[in-house]
């Protein structure tokens, strides 16, 4: 959205994870490279796939030919912590930048100015930051915390508390999305960001995965359309990918599906390919891409 997309690239991992050390006692497991020479595999479990190595979409690390994103802090002496994505590399420094999405996104909003062909996108403008705290703060039991939280719950009591929590978001945003383009007003910001990249995955995996499943985006027509209306963006489309999304969520903890049956959907994208009248509304002339 930025238009940075000529000076910093972008690499896609597999989506399925796998033993970040193979042949090895190591059992950790998470994010691999794409390898079109590589042999196919199969969950952890044993009993999923088999899955090819080159996953469409999925590529080779590009400077150490790399197997594994472990690989890669290892390289930058990061070995404390998870071995996260997206990961920022320092080509030159030939180091980590940042690993927390959030922090990336604020860099990329305006730290590369310079280089961007939309400049004048600012995701997190002054004027906002009062009413974007405001929105982050509520709706972030919709957001991707929360719907884990009706994934992870061992126990009846939880489930319910955070379903109810995540429904409560959801209706807010259901509301405030029927009178405004935006979740602040009339422009977009950080926080339609956030929103979108859930609703995107909501319906297809998280009602289903997670049992998120008290309401739907596509039988709520004001958050639909605000789906249609983010995706139709220019620059948005080309990064979203259900095929990778639903493949990583239904195939890489093979303890909670062991087979690794990915769902069949509703075909959420060919909804979000169709027209929306959300640049209509009042307001909404204050923002265009």
Not at 32 to 40: I, K, N, R
Not at 240 to 260: I, P, Q
């Amino acid at each position: 959205m930025k238009g940075l997309e000529d000076v910093i690239s972008v690499t896609i991992l597999h989506p399925i994870w796998r033993l970040t050390k193979e042949g090895s006692d190591d059992e950790q497991r998470g994010w691999v490279f794409g390898d079109p020479t590589g042999d196919e595999f199969v969950n952890i479990a044993g009993r999923g796939g088999p899955f090819s190595s080159d996953f469409p979409g999925s590529e080779q690390d590009p400077f150490f030919n790399s197997f594994s994103i472990r690989d890669i802090y290892e390289k930058a002496g990061d070995m404390a912590g998870k071995y996260t994505v997206p990961l920022l590399w320092d080509k030159k420094e030939q180091t980590i930048v940042n690993n927390e999405s959030s922090d990336i996104a604020y860099m990329l909003n305006s730290s590369f100015n310079e280089f961007s062909k939309m400049p004048s996108l600012d995701l997190y403008t002054e004027e906002d930051s009062e009413k974007l705290n405001d929105v982050i703060e509520w709706i972030s039991p919709l957001m991707i915390h929360g719907v884990y939280r009706c994934g992870f719950a061992k126990k009846q009591a939880a489930y319910e508390k955070a379903v109810a929590e995540l429904t409560d978001a959801f209706d807010q945003a259901d509301s405030i999305l029927q009178e405004q383009r935006f979740l602040t007003g009339g422009t977009l910001t950080d926080a339609d960001i956030r929103l979108f990249v859930s609703l995107f995955r909501f319906d297809e995996i998280y009602s289903v995965y997670f049992r998120a499943n008290s309401r739907l985006v596509t039988l709520t027509p004001s958050l639909l359309n605000y789906c249609r209306d983010i995706y139709q963006m220019e620059g948005v489309a080309q990064t979203c990918s259900m095929e990778h999304c639903k493949a990583h969520f239904f195939c890489s903890h093979a303890e909670w599906n062991k087979f690794s049956i990915i769902p069949k959907g509703l075909d959420f994208l060919r909804l979000l390919n169709q027209p929306h009248d959300r640049n209509e509304m009042v307001g909404a002339g204050e923002f265009e891409i």
